[in-house]
């Protein structure tokens, strides 16, 4: 079974400054994908970033980048500049193939809930 | 842009009610999922639908079902609701190939 592991119930950053948020898995695939979503207090959850398993450089996306280890099986989000904006509950995300829908099928972490701090 | 919409964003039922979820996209996506999420439990499977009228169970089913008549509609179903159903319930969709989902504003469930 698909396993993700997000060790920081929350974390305080201050404004401008750079945060990571980490995520581990266990996986004996070969092939996955791993994500990160933001849900802000409204509910909504915002796909942030995206990285597969053999993607040799790590994923980025404007402030957000992933920090991916695979011989660790370590997935960290990596916020650079924070802003007031970024306070959310962030999940990590594993996908696995799902060959009968031809898709992954994401197992998610628990969460860590980020707080911005002016 | 891909929009999923679930019905009702707030939801109070009676112990014991058959509570139906609504949830629609409209992008054509082959895969629709539902999710729970509870604090400190993050989001967990409830059920998959990979095409019209197919059904997967994921890690939680148990006390729900679901119906996929149409491939925009994937509907969950509470058969007899109970406190513990109490929820926010998360619907996604992606299309085939591999790629993140879409989700919901979701639902928030109380069973009184």
């Known amino acids: 079974a698909q396993k993700i592991t997000q060790t920081q119930p929350g974390m305080f950053v201050q404004e401008k400054e750079a945060v990571t948020l980490d995520c581990t898995y266990d996986?004996?695939?070969?092939?996955?994908?791993l994500f990160w979503y933001k849900q802000p207090s409204s509910g909504e959850m915002i796909f942030l970033i995206y990285?597969?398993?053999?993607?040799?450089q790590n994923a980025t996306e404007g402030r957000y980048s992933l920090n991916f280890q695979k011989a660790r099986k370590s997935a960290n989000l990596v916020i650079s500049a924070s802003q007031l904006g970024d306070s959310a509950m962030y999940f990590c995300?594993?996908?696995?193939?799902?060959?009968?829908?031809?898709?992954?099928?994401?197992?998610f972490g628990k969460g860590t809930k980020l707080s911005v701090i002016p | 842009d891909v929009k999923v919409t679930q019905s009702s964003r707030y939801l109070v039922k009676r112990t014991g009610e058959k509570v139906f979820l609504e949830c629609v996209q409209d992008?054509?996506?082959?895969?629709m999922f539902w999710y729970r999420q509870d604090p400190g439990l993050g989001l967990r499977l409830i059920y998959f639908?990979?095409?019209?009228?197919?059904?997967e169970k994921g890690d939680i089913p148990e006390g729900y079902s679901v119906s996929r008549e149409k491939k925009e509609r994937f509907s969950l179903i509470l058969e007899s609701a109970s406190t513990n159903q109490t929820s926010m319930y998360l619907c996604?969709?992606?299309?085939?190939?591999?790629?993140?989902?879409?989700f919901g504003s979701g639902t928030r469930l109380t069973v009184v």
């Open positions: 996604a969709s992606t299309p085939r190939g591999y790629y993140g989902y879409t």
């Open positions: 996986t004996s695939d070969q092939s996955y994908g």
């Open positions: 990285q597969g398993s053999y993607d040799e």
């Open positions: 995300a594993m996908g696995r193939s799902y060959s009968g829908a031809g898709s992954y099928q994401l197992t």
């Open positions: 992008m054509d996506h082959e895969n």
């Open positions: 639908s990979y095409d019209v009228k197919m059904k």
